[in-house]
Structures are given as structure tokens and as C-alpha cells.
């Protein structure tokens, strides 16, 4: 049984830094493609990173590249959102997800395709 549990929201001043975690069970996440997505308060949730199955590789939105960095620890078969120097933008609730399936791939756009989401983690950027 897949489940994926994403902690370490908060609130935090712009500039700051925060790290989300998403611990997953019931499958092994070197071999899928694990998302992150945020949604803030009235609109509609969006893509942020991913990261590719084994050492393929991660993609970003253009509002958090250079910022924010994905990365996976195998042996806690958990996977980081590291967020530096946070905005006010930032705000929303965050989100991992993965698929059902191991594609070798993920994505940042095709929300859709995924099949399983945790319950989601509160970011909240102000002074």
C-alpha cells in the first residue's frame, strides 16, 4: 500500500530557508518519479519540481529554479524539497505525488498522471 507522508512546513520570513520531506512506504522511490506541487489559497495547485527515477535527473518551475532542490535519500526512502530564500509567493500547501507506474520519468505539468498524493504540509512565507 503506497503512502506518502510530506512534513516540515512552516512558517517562515522571506529570505529564510525551509526543508519539506516526503517519506514514502509500499514502494521504493530510487525507482519512481516522485513530484512536488504547492497550492496556495484560491488557485489552483501547481507543479514545483520532480525528481527521475535512479540519477536521471530533476526538473523545476521557472519560479523556483535556483532556489528550491529536490534530492532523494535512499536508505529513509524519502525525498526533500530543500527551499532557499523563500518569497511571500511561496505560500500554499505543499504536496508530493507519485505514480502508480515506473515510467523513468516524472513531471511538473501532467498533474494528472499521478496516481498517489500525501496530505500535504502548510508553507507560509511572511514577516
Known amino acids: 500500500q503506497v503512502q506518502l507522508v510530506e512534513s516540515g512546513g512552516g512558517l517562515v520570513q522571506p529570505g529564510g530557508s525551509l526543508r519539506l520531506s516526503c517519506v514514502a512506504s509500499?514502494?521504493?522511490?530510487?525507482?519512481?518519479?516522485v513530484g512536488w506541487f504547492r497550492q496556495a489559497p484560491g488557485q489552483e495547485r501547481e507543479g514545483v519540481s520532480c525528481?527521475?527515477?535512479?540519477?536521471?535527473?530533476?526538473f523545476y518551475s521557472d519560479s523556483v529554479k535556483g532556489r528550491f532542490t529536490v534530492s532523494r535519500d535512499s536508505d529513509k526512502n524519502t525525498v526533500y524539497l530543500q527551499m532557499n530564500n523563500v518569497r511571500p509567493e511561496d505560500t500554499g500547501v505543499y504536496f508530493c505525488?507519485?505514480?502508480?507506474?515506473?515510467?523513468?520519468?516524472?513531471?511538473?505539468?501532467?498533474?494528472?498522471?499521478?496516481?498517489?498524493w500525501g496530505q500535504g504540509t502548510q508553507v507560509t512565507v511572511s514577516s
Open positions: 505525488a507519485t505514480y502508480s507506474l515506473a515510467w523513468g520519468t516524472c513531471s511538473i505539468t501532467d498533474e494528472s498522471d499521478y496516481d498517489y
Open positions: 509500499g514502494f521504493t522511490v530510487d525507482y519512481f518519479g
Open positions: 525528481i527521475r527515477p535512479s540519477d536521471e535527473g530533476a
